[in-house]
């Protein structure tokens, strides 16, 4: 299992706002350290979606957004589209000095 | 444009050493805010970060510390990942990214990844 908890999967019509949660722990997360965002498209590699907590790269639309309280950090997507079906991960750092990915989340759009 | 390309063999035998290198080009390795990373990702399954490299040291998952050696070659162009020991569970796609300005920070460039078979 992942330090990072994700949903597996979480789902959400075109139009509607979908969030993933990534929940860590008081060394990691919650000991300040920023999260970062990945989508990941079948057979491609992960594409930076938001960086240190809520940040997006350019060209990131802003229907993407992030934000972290505590120990827990969550990623929304308003306006869903049928473009944003793919996996979704998040990454922080912990005080054991290691690089941490969430397990991922599968989002559908129905 | 920064560009990373992943190569090696794509097919290692149990108990060997998979050895993979990632050319950067676009880019300094010995920039002191770069942080030059492996991670993997089992078919099906999430990503793993495995290990990094950076101007003063290296770090690595403690969970494959004891067989994992990343490097910088004397050109300073690409970089290195060897993996000693190898067994089916160190299947995977292997991804060489860039990350910084910090050890914790955000990797914005990728390779496009390289998927390494471990069987005899």
């Known amino acids: 299992q992942s330090v990072l908890t994700q949903p597996p999967s979480v789902s959400g019509a075109p139009g509607q706002r979908v969030t993933i949660s990534c929940t860590g722990s008081?060394?990691?997360?919650?000991?300040?350290?920023?999260v970062h965002w990945y989508q990941q498209f079948p057979g491609t590699a992960p594409k930076l979606l938001i960086y240190?907590?809520?940040n997006r790269p350019s060209g990131v639309p802003d229907r993407f957004s992030g934000s972290k309280s505590g120990t827990s950090a969550s990623l929304a997507i308003t306006g869903l589209q049928a473009e944003d079906e793919a996996d979704y991960y998040c990454?922080?750092?912990?005080?054991?000095?290691?690089?941490?990915f969430g397990g991922g989340t599968k989002l559908t759009v129905l | 444009q920064l560009q990373l390309q992943e190569s090696g063999p794509r097919l290692v035998k149990p108990s060997e050493t998979l050895s993979l290198t990632c050319v950067v080009s676009?880019?300094?390795?010995?920039?002191?805010?770069?942080?030059w990373a492996w991670i993997r990702q089992p078919p099906g399954k999430g990503l793993e970060w495995i290990g990094t490299?950076?101007?003063?040291?290296?770090s690595y998952n403690k969970s494959l510390k004891s067989r994992v050696t990343v490097s910088v070659d004397a050109s300073k162009t690409q970089f290195s990942l060897n993996l000693t020991s190898v067994t089916a569970a160190d299947t995977a796609l292997y991804y060489c990214?860039?990350?910084?300005?910090?050890?914790?920070?955000?990797?914005?460039?990728w390779g496009q990844g390289m998927l390494v078979t471990v069987a005899s």
């Open positions: 990214a860039k990350g910084g300005p910090y050890t914790s920070s955000w990797y914005d460039y």
């Open positions: 676009g880019d300094s390795i010995s920039s002191p805010t770069s942080y």
């Open positions: 490299i950076y101007y003063s040291g290296t």
């Open positions: 008081s060394s990691n997360i919650g000991a300040g350290y920023d």
């Open positions: 240190a907590n809520n």
């Open positions: 990454q922080s750092y912990d005080s054991s000095l290691s690089v941490l």
